[in-house]
């Protein structure tokens, strides 16, 4: 069942009953209701958002009610509560919809002000038409409301469970790869578990390799490789070397290493790169995750040490393509609250393309929503107009972006104490090279535009950022 979800901003004055001088708001509100709102019916939908009163109330917290019947009761009604210098109160007013003055009747808004339900003031607000109807149009969202749509919830969980088949069709020069990662909230431990399936491009047989790396919060990395051995095939994800990752399940054992893992999926599938480019493998590689977010649960072994995970959050990921980027950076980083970014910033090997600034691929998650909602929106900033670079280096990188209402700074370090520097081969023989930090800092700062730009998230992330930055 979709639901409903808008943004709107209010401009107006209110005079109080006291006598003092006339004061202006601004509202910034949020309304979501559980239905799709249709001009024919009723709709009451739950308004959370900020009342700002000069010299009275700047309260972030507000919260009531909004009724949507242009048509049935020709009214618009806002009911809204919030906190004035320790007072309590209540806003109750509404658009009176006229079919003689449609623009004036659902821009203008008279409103009453309440104390424990005595009057203390009244005003008007007015929805400014020039600055705020475009971001009024674009801030619309129709999406699935939680609870009320189990099958698609199962259909959304198989999918992601279809996504650790293997890809490879035969074809030589192309790579695989299934990554977990995760960290310990005990002991702050990261942990880090790659397979992957190589398949030469000179045509001789495919090999299963992989490593497994840990990085404790006070301590050394720690890593162990497995493989190669010959590819066997198998249908529901990687085996090889007596290692496996199959849905919901990642066993094995390698050097001084061994573990046994379930992983239980929190969310849909999340497409790093534009979902076609997984169905139809048209771009040099393509990444996405079979679940954005996911808890694990069991033993891992490292050095004599036994981790028991217990909610352990992390994710794992798919790759599917010739090998990798001439230069990439990577960042997947659990943001609390359901939230979670994954960033792949990456220089490609082919001719024309390498010379160009990295291509940015950017998916934030954000309070049940996935910015940009193209994937293809992020990659595009070399041509200007998306406007997302990043600058990759160690052990600090950095990626900035924009869109029409939002914009965004992720900045990541990667400490040389706890960053593993790692050597392999792509399937045509070319050295690859990776330094890889499951224990790496990240702040991220999310803006959106309000008449100027203002902060609507912000994140830091200590030694619970998992990062990579790579070349060959």
Not at 355 to 382: C, I, K, N, Q, S
Request: hydrophobic share 35%; with cysteine.
């Amino acid at each position: 069942m979709r639901g409903t979800e808008f943004t709107e901003t209010l401009l107006g004055t209110v005079r109080l009953d006291d006598g003092s001088r006339e004061r202006r708001v601004r509202l910034d509100l949020r309304a979501r209701a559980d239905t799709v709102t249709a001009p024919h019916r009723t709709t009451t939908a739950r308004l959370t958002g900020r009342v700002r009163v000069v010299g009275l109330a700047d309260d972030g917290r507000a919260e009531g009610e909004l009724e949507v019947s242009p048509l049935a009761r020709r009214r618009i009604r806002y009911r809204l509560s919030f906190t004035a210098g320790g007072r309590r109160l209540d806003l109750d007013g509404w658009k009176s919809v006229t079919p003689r003055r449609p623009v004036r009747s659902m821009t203008v808004l008279p409103f009453t002000l309440y104390e424990d339900g005595a009057r203390v003031g009244e005003g008007v607000l007015r929805f400014p038409l020039t600055t705020g109807l475009l971001p009024f149009l674009l801030s619309f969202r129709f999406p699935r409301v939680p609870g009320q749509d189990t099958a698609q919830d199962r259909a959304a969980g198989e999918a992601g469970a279809g996504h650790m088949a293997a890809r490879w069709d035969g074809t030589p020069g192309r790579t695989e790869v299934w990554y977990t990662t995760l960290t310990d909230p005990a002991s702050g431990t990261g942990l880090w578990l790659h397979h992957e399936l190589t398949a030469p491009a000179d045509g001789s047989e495919p090999v299963a390799h992989g490593w497994v790396a840990a990085y404790p919060r006070n301590g050394p990395v720690e890593h162990a490789r497995f493989g190669p051995v010959p590819w066997t095939a198998p249908t529901d994800g990687f085996t090889g070397a007596g290692v496996t990752a199959r849905p919901g399940r990642l066993d094995g054992q390698a050097g001084a290493f061994s573990w046994r893992l379930t992983e239980h999926p929190d969310g849909p599938p999340l497409f790093t790169f534009p979902r076609w480019s997984w169905r139809r493998p048209l771009l040099p590689a393509a990444q996405m995750l079979p679940a954005a977010r996911a808890t694990y649960r069991g033993e891992f072994t490292h050095g004599g040490t036994t981790l028991t995970l217990d909610s352990a959050p992390g994710a794992s990921a798919r790759i599917y393509g010739h090998g990798n980027a001439r230069r990439w950076a990577w960042l997947h980083a659990d943001l609390g609250g359901g939230d979670v970014l994954e960033i792949v910033a990456a220089v490609s090997t082919r001719p024309g393309l390498r010379r160009l600034p990295p291509l940015v691929f950017l998916r934030l998650r954000h309070r049940g929503r996935t910015w940009p909602r193209r994937a293809e929106r992020t990659a595009v900033g070399w041509l200007g107009a998306g406007r997302f670079r990043a600058r990759i280096g160690l052990p600090e990188w950095s990626v900035t972006g924009r869109t029409a209402l939002r914009r965004v700074r992720v900045d990541v370090v990667q400490p040389a104490a706890r960053t593993l520097d790692l050597e392999y081969r792509d399937p045509d023989g070319a050295r690859a090279r990776c330094r890889n930090s499951e224990s790496a800092d990240a702040h991220v700062v999310l803006e959106r535009w309000w008449g100027r730009w203002r902060t609507e998230a912000r994140w830091s992330l200590d030694g619970t950022a998992h990062a990579e930055v790579g070349e060959r």
